[in-house]
C-alpha cells in the first residue's frame, strides 16, 4: 500500500500471484510430459527413391513416395497398395480387432498396423490430409469443460464485479466526505472491504488444492493435464469404458483345446502348422504362446491367414493339408454337429478356431472337396487381472459402467461377464441403429458393440443430455472424439497420441487398477475445497454486509486489510490448508456454490450483526476506532471459531490440534502485533457489549442456519 505508506496492509497481493504461478506451472509440467511420450513414438519408414531403398523419418515423407511395407510396420501415411498383399490390424481407427486384408488397389489408413504380409505401397496423403492428422488436428483443438467449481467460481466473481465498485466507490466518499476520515484511513478502509469482497483466498485454496492433488496423483503414475478436471471427476455417475486397453490387454490366449484326435497329435499338427505359417496377427501369436513351434514335417506349399479367406493352411509331404481358420469356411453340412457345437461356443465368447485336414493339396488358394476336422481352439481376449475388482469398486460407489467396443457385442457381453458387470447378459448391436435410436437405447444397456466413433462421441453426448456426468477411457483415435466430449476424459499412455492430447487424465502405466485411487481423490479434494470454499466465503459475504450496513449509518468501516489478512490466516488459510490432507472419500452431494452459501451465510450474518451493533452502540459511548477494532476483530474470530465447529467436526486428534493451535495463534498475534494491527485498549462497558454478543452469535447462527436451509429446501 505505498499510497498510503502501510506496506503491512499490502500482505494480500502475494495471493493474485500464486494462483497464477500455480496454474503456469502445471499447464508447463503436463506439456513436457506429453512431450515426452511423444518421443517414444518417433518413427523411421522404408522408402524406395531413384531406385534405391532407404530409411526415412516419417515427416519427410513426400506424395507418391513408394514404400515397402511388412509385418510389424506402422502405417506412416494413407497409401495405396500397389504391389503385394497385406494384413492390416486397424484396431487404434475403428475398434475392430480382426485383421483386415489389403491387396493392389486397396488402401491404407496412417495408424493401423501390418500383421502379415508384405507390399509396395504408395503415399496418397502427408501431414495434415492424413487421415490420422486429421483426428490428432481435432484433438488439439482446444474444448474447455465447464466444470462445476470453476463454473461456481467464475459466478461468484461476476456478482461480486457488479456489487464491489460502486459499494467501495460509495463508501470511499462517505468516510472521506461525510465523516471527514482521512485520505489514508479512508483509502485503508476502502481497500479493506474491497479485500474482504474478493475471494483471492478461495482462488488460491482451489488452485494449491488441485495441485497437491495433480502431484499425488503423478506419484501414482497418473499425468493431470487440467487441473479442474479433478471437479468432474468427483462426480462421475456413469463411466464409458472401451473393451480393448482398458478391461482387456489387447492380447488373444487359448483358453481350451477340444480335440476330435488324440491331444498329442493335434498339438504335434498345430506346432509344424505355426513353425511354418507366417501369420503375425493375434490368433497366431496366441497359438505360438500355447505351442511352441517345431518342425518336424517336410513343408510342400503354404497359404497364410487372410480375413478375407478366414483360414491359412500349410501343405506336408506325404501328410496332406491341414488347415487353421473359421469352421463355417472350412467345413461342408456334412459336419453340421460340429457346426452347431461350433457356434455354441461362439455364443458363449470365444473365438472358435477349428484344426482340419484334408489329403489332397489347397492349390491356387480354393478348398478341397474333402476336409475332416481335427479340434477346435477356444481363444479369448485377455482381461486384465485388476478388471473384476475395479468394477466392482465402481459398482460400489454407485456409478454405472458402460463397455462401448467397436467389436461383436456377443463377445464384449462374454468379457462383461467375466468381471461380473450388472447387465452383461443385456447387449445391443448399435451398428444399424440411426442417431434417434441410439438416443433411446443408450440408457437402457450396459454393452454396446460394433459402436463407431462418431456413435461413441453421440452416446457420451445423450448420456450428459440425461444429466449424467461422464467420464470415458480409451486408447485409440476411434476413442478421441468420445474423449473429447466426455465431462473427465483418461487415456492410456500407451494409447495413440491424439488420444493422450485430448485427455484430462492420462494413465502412465497403463494400469486400469489406477482409477478408483484417482476417483477417490477427486473426492477428497472436491469434499475438502467444498468446506474450505465455505469458510472463504464468510469473509466475503459479512464485508458485503458490512459495507452496506456502514452506508447507511454514521459509522466508519471498521476493519484495516492487516486485520482481515490475519483472520484469513488463522481460521481460514492455514487449518484448510493443512485439512486439505484428509481422507474423505463420500459421494459430492449437492451444488457446490449453494453448499457453500449454506455454510457461509449464517456466520457471515452474525459477524455483520454482531460488528455494526458494537461500532453504533461503541460510537454512542465515544470509544475510539482501535477500540472497536479490537472487540470486532474478537467477536469475527469467536464466530469462525463456531463455524469451524459446524464444517470440521472435532472427531479427531489431528483436527483438534489444527484449530487449537491456529486459534492460540490468532490471539497471541493478538497480543505481540497490537500495534501492526492498529488496535487499542477496550473499556469495560465495551467488554460486557462484547460479552453479550459472543453468547448472542450462536443463537443468531442456529436460527439463520435454520432459515437459509428452508429456503433452499424450497427452491431445491
Known amino acids: 500500500?505505498?499510497?498510503?505508506?502501510?506496506?503491512?496492509?499490502?500482505?494480500?497481493?502475494?495471493?493474485?500471484?500464486?494462483?497464477?504461478?500455480?496454474?503456469?506451472?502445471?499447464?508447463?509440467?503436463?506439456?513436457?510430459?506429453?512431450?515426452?511420450?511423444?518421443?517414444?513414438?518417433?518413427?523411421?519408414?522404408?522408402?524406395?527413391?531413384?531406385?534405391?531403398?532407404?530409411?526415412?523419418?516419417?515427416?519427410?515423407?513426400?506424395?507418391?513416395?513408394?514404400?515397402?511395407?511388412?509385418?510389424?510396420?506402422?502405417?506412416?501415411?494413407?497409401?495405396?497398395?500397389?504391389?503385394?498383399?497385406?494384413?492390416?490390424?486397424?484396431?487404434?481407427?475403428?475398434?475392430?480387432?480382426?485383421?483386415?486384408?489389403?491387396?493392389?488397389?486397396?488402401?491404407?489408413?496412417?495408424?493401423?498396423?501390418?500383421?502379415?504380409?508384405?507390399?509396395?505401397?504408395?503415399?496418397?496423403?502427408?501431414?495434415?490430409?492424413?487421415?490420422?492428422?486429421?483426428?490428432?488436428?481435432?484433438?488439439?483443438?482446444?474444448?474447455?469443460?465447464k466444470y462445476l467449481i470453476q463454473g461456481s467460481l467464475n459466478k461468484v466473481i461476476r456478482w461480486i464485479s457488479m456489487i464491489l465498485i460502486p459499494l467501495c466507490t460509495l463508501l470511499f466518499l462517505k468516510q472521506y466526505f461525510i465523516t471527514h476520515a482521512s485520505f489514508n484511513k479512508a483509502i485503508l478502509r476502502t481497500v479493506a472491504a474491497a479485500v474482504g469482497m474478493f475471494p483471492e483466498g478461495l482462488f488460491l485454496l482451489t488452485s494449491v488444492t488441485l495441485t497437491i492433488s495433480a502431484v499425488y496423483l503423478a506419484r501414482k503414475k497418473v499425468l493431470v493435464q487440467e487441473l479442474n478436471c479433478i471437479d468432474a471427476l468427483a462426480r462421475v455417475d456413469v463411466l464409458c469404458l472401451d473393451k480393448t486397453g482398458t478391461i482387456t490387454e489387447g492380447q488373444m490366449t487359448v483358453e481350451k483345446v477340444i480335440p476330435f484326435t488324440s491331444e498329442e497329435e493335434m498339438a504335434e499338427i498345430t506346432q509344424n502348422l505355426l513353425a511354418h505359417l507366417p501369420d503375425k496377427n493375434p490368433t497366431a501369436m496366441a497359438l505360438r504362446d500355447f505351442f511352441p513351434e517345431k518342425e518336424t514335417y517336410a513343408m510342400q506349399h503354404v497359404v497364410p491367414f487372410s480375413s478375407e479367406r478366414k483360414f491359412s493352411c500349410v501343405s506336408f509331404e506325404g501328410k496332406g493339408t491341414y488347415f487353421i481358420g473359421a469352421a463355417s469356411i472350412l467345413l461342408s453340412n456334412e459336419h453340421a454337429p460340429v457346426l452347431k457345437q461350433e457356434r455354441a461356443l461362439a455364443e458363449q465368447g470365444y473365438r472358435v478356431i477349428v484344426l482340419a485336414h484334408s489329403p489332397q493339396i489347397c492349390e491356387n488358394h480354393e478348398l478341397p472337396a474333402t476336409i475332416e476336422p481335427l479340434g477346435f481352439f477356444l481363444l479369448s481376449d485377455t482381461v486384465r487381472s485388476d478388471a473384476k475388482a475395479t468394477l466392482e469398486y465402481f459398482r460400489s460407489q454407485a456409478i454405472q459402467c458402460k463397455i462401448i467396443s467397436g467389436d461383436d457385442p456377443v463377445t464384449v457381453s462374454q468379457i462383461a461377464k467375466k468381471v461380473n458387470l450388472p447387465g452383461a447378459s443385456d447387449?445391443?448391436?448399435?451398428?444399424?441403429?440411426?442417431?434417434?435410436?441410439?438416443?433411446?437405447v443408450v440408457g437402457n444397456y450396459q454393452?454396446?458393440?460394433?459402436?463407431?466413433?462418431?456413435?461413441?462421441?453421440?452416446?457420451?453426448?445423450?448420456?450428459?443430455?440425461?444429466?449424467?456426468?461422464?467420464?470415458?477411457?480409451?486408447?485409440?483415435?476411434?476413442?478421441?472424439?468420445?474423449?473429447?466430449?466426455?465431462?473427465?476424459?483418461?487415456?492410456m499412455a500407451s494409447g495413440v497420441d491424439a488420444a493422450r492430447q485430448v485427455a484430462n487424465l492420462v494413465l502412465l502405466e497403463n494400469q486400469f487398477s489406477a482409477l478408483p485411487s484417482v476417483l477417490d481423490e477427486g473426492r477428497r479434494v472436491i469434499n475438502n475445497i467444498t468446506r474450505s470454499g465455505s469458510l472463504v466465503l464468510v469473509q466475503v459475504l459479512f464485508s458485503i454486509l458490512i459495507t452496506m450496513g456502514t452506508l447507511l449509518s454514521g459509522t466508519a468501516y471498521p476493519f484495516e486489510p492487516i486485520q482481515l489478512t490475519i483472520i484469513n490466516a488463522?481460521?481460514?488459510?492455514?487449518?484448510?490448508?493443512?485439512?486439505?490432507?484428509?481422507?474423505?472419500?463420500?459421494?459430492?452431494?449437492?451444488?457446490?456454490?449453494?453448499?457453500?452459501?449454506?455454510?457461509?451465510?449464517?456466520?457471515?450474518?452474525?459477524?455483520?450483526?454482531?460488528?455494526?451493533?458494537?461500532?453504533?452502540?461503541?460510537?454512542?459511548?465515544?470509544?475510539?476506532g482501535q477500540a472497536l477494532s479490537i472487540m470486532c476483530v474478537i467477536f469475527t474470530a469467536w464466530n469462525y471459531i463456531l463455524i469451524q465447529r459446524k464444517i470440521y467436526p472435532p472427531n479427531s486428534k489431528y483436527r483438534t490440534f489444527v484449530f487449537f493451535g491456529t486459534q492460540l495463534l490468532y490471539f497471541i498475534a493478538l497480543i505481540v502485533g497490537r500495534d501492526l494491527f492498529n488496535l487499542g485498549n477496550t473499556t469495560y462497558i465495551n467488554l460486557i457489549l462484547l460479552i453479550a454478543l459472543l453468547n448472542y452469535s450462536v443463537f443468531i447462527q442456529r436460527l439463520a442456519s435454520k432459515l437459509v436451509h428452508r429456503v433452499f429446501r424450497r427452491y431445491d
Open 427 to 440: 447387449y445391443i448391436d448399435v451398428s444399424t441403429l440411426t442417431s434417434e435410436e441410439l438416443k433411446e
Open 447 to 491: 454393452i454396446f458393440g460394433r459402436v463407431t466413433p462418431q456413435q461413441k462421441k453421440e452416446m457420451v453426448i445423450y448420456l450428459k443430455e440425461m444429466n449424467h456426468t461422464v467420464a470415458m477411457t480409451g486408447d485409440g483415435v476411434n476413442d478421441v472424439l468420445a474423449l473429447k466430449e466426455a465431462d473427465c476424459s483418461i487415456a
Open 570 to 624: 488463522c481460521f481460514v488459510g492455514i487449518p484448510t490448508f493443512l485439512l486439505n490432507f484428509e481422507p474423505d472419500f463420500n459421494r459430492i452431494k449437492g451444488a457446490f456454490l449453494s453448499t457453500i452459501f449454506k455454510n457461509a451465510f449464517p456466520a457471515s450474518l452474525s459477524i455483520a450483526i454482531g460488528t455494526l451493533l458494537i461500532i453504533n452502540i461503541g460510537h454512542l459511548f465515544g470509544s475510539s
Open 1 to 145: 500500500m505505498a499510497l498510503t505508506g502501510s506496506y503491512q496492509n499490502g500482505l494480500f497481493v502475494f495471493v493474485v500471484f500464486s494462483n497464477v504461478i500455480i496454474n503456469m506451472f502445471q499447464e508447463i509440467r503436463s506439456k513436457r510430459t506429453l512431450d515426452k511420450l511423444a518421443l517414444l513414438k518417433v518413427a523411421k519408414v522404408n522408402v524406395y527413391r531413384d531406385g534405391n531403398l532407404e530409411t526415412l523419418p516419417i515427416h519427410k515423407l513426400v506424395l507418391d513416395d513408394i514404400l515397402l511395407l511388412k509385418n510389424g510396420d506402422q502405417v506412416p501415411a494413407d497409401a495405396k497398395v500397389i504391389e503385394g498383399s497385406l494384413e492390416v490390424n486397424e484396431s487404434l481407427l475403428t475398434g475392430e480387432m480382426d485383421s483386415i486384408s489389403k491387396e493392389p488397389d486397396a488402401e491404407l489408413f496412417s495408424g493401423s498396423f501390418v500383421t502379415a504380409g508384405e507390399a509396395f505401397c504408395q503415399v496418397i496423403h502427408v501431414g495434415e490430409e492424413n487421415y490420422i492428422e486429421k483426428i490428432n488436428k481435432e484433438a488439439k483443438t482446444i474444448k474447455r469443460q
